[in-house]
């Protein structure tokens, strides 16, 4: 085990050790095993968007099998995804890679200011399939946010007990909030400190804006003069807001992106401190050898030191 996936483990030092070999397992898994960055597979966007706005523009992703293949062949340190992705293939990837299955998910047949999630998956369905850990979406900002924050203390627990990892995706969102206040800087740094509250190993948040949603917090900012011009700036404006670095924070890729682009806020992500990236659409909705090419371009802007 490298010191830098030492120095990672020892922040959790509640944990047992089968949480712990979890933890370790992610760390240690694909090509960037042993750098303490995670490069993650999500495909939850059939259930989240649907499955033709998440897999008809790479028709190949309509199968199960063709993620599990992909984040095999890319080297990624995990795959994600709900219960009937995992159940697909695990029994035929069982020990290829680190699996996390997302407990909770939320359709979008119909428009909801402020959404909330349903139970999809346990923990028991996530020790059958031998996983690594959960996930789970909580959406500060909603008036169902208190919900889901018992929700996950409840799974989180009979998780830890297991030995499994705790993913959580803080995702703002609610009628209260902008659409510009969901990526804002004060309230991302606020959803990924939640998340850490909350008892998550992993954090999962979008790319922060340079926007302040909250007049406070506005005061605060400007008072203080938190640095935020930058993309680096507010990554590590972000990991400070996760125990000042003590927990594992990665960032989503979001929608489909040009390469440019996505490699830009993946170098600003290594530049402020983050841990790496959990990327969905920017892998499966390109074709198979075009995604691998963009996967590996990531992994190697990780795999050098900020």
């Not at 159940?87 to 035929?92: N, P, V």
């Not at 359709?107 to 349903?118: F, G, R, S, Y």
Request: hydrophobic residues 40%; proline residues 5%; negative net charge.
């Amino acid at each position: 085990m490298t010191p830098r996936v030492r120095e990672i483990l020892s922040c959790y030092g509640s944990d047992n050790p089968g949480t712990l070999t979890n933890l370790a397992r992610l760390m240690n898994h694909g090509r960037l095993a042993g750098t303490g960055k995670l490069v993650i597979l999500p495909v939850d966007q059939g259930f989240e968007h649907g499955p033709g706005r998440s897999f008809a523009q790479n028709p190949p992703a309509y199968d199960p099998l063709y993620h599990f293949e992909l984040a095999l062949e890319a080297g990624c340190s995990a795959y994600a995804a709900p219960l009937g992705f995992l159940e697909a293939g695990a029994r035929e990837f069982a020990g290829e890679i680190p699996l996390i299955l997302k407990a909770n998910d939320h359709d979008v047949l119909m428009n909801e200011k402020d959404p909330m999630q349903a139970l999809t998956g346990s923990v028991s369905d996530a020790l059958r399939l031998g996983c690594v850990g959960i996930g789970f979406t909580i959406y500060p900002g909603s008036e169902h946010r208190l919900e889901m924050y018992e929700q996950i203390r409840t799974i989180a627990i009979a998780a830890k007990r297991s030995g499994l990892v705790v993913v959580i995706w803080s995702y703002p969102r609610g009628s209260q909030l902008s659409k510009e206040g969901e990526t804002a800087i004060d309230v991302c740094g606020y959803a990924a400190h939640i998340a850490a509250q909350l008892g998550a190993h992993i954090i999962k948040v979008k790319i922060p804006t340079a926007h302040i949603e909250q007049a406070e917090a506005r005061k605060v900012y400007e008072e203080c003069k938190i640095p935020i011009a930058t993309l680096a700036e507010r990554i590590r404006h972000v990991v400070q807001c996760c125990f000042n670095g003590r927990r594992i924070l990665i960032f989503s890729g979001g929608a489909f992106e040009s390469d440019e682009k996505l490699l830009e806020e993946v170098q600003g992500v290594q530049d402020g401190g983050g841990h790496g990236s959990i990327i969905g659409r920017n892998s499966f909705q390109r074709p198979e050898a075009e995604s691998r090419a963009l996967l590996a371009q990531i992994m190697n802007i990780y795999s050098k030191q900020a």
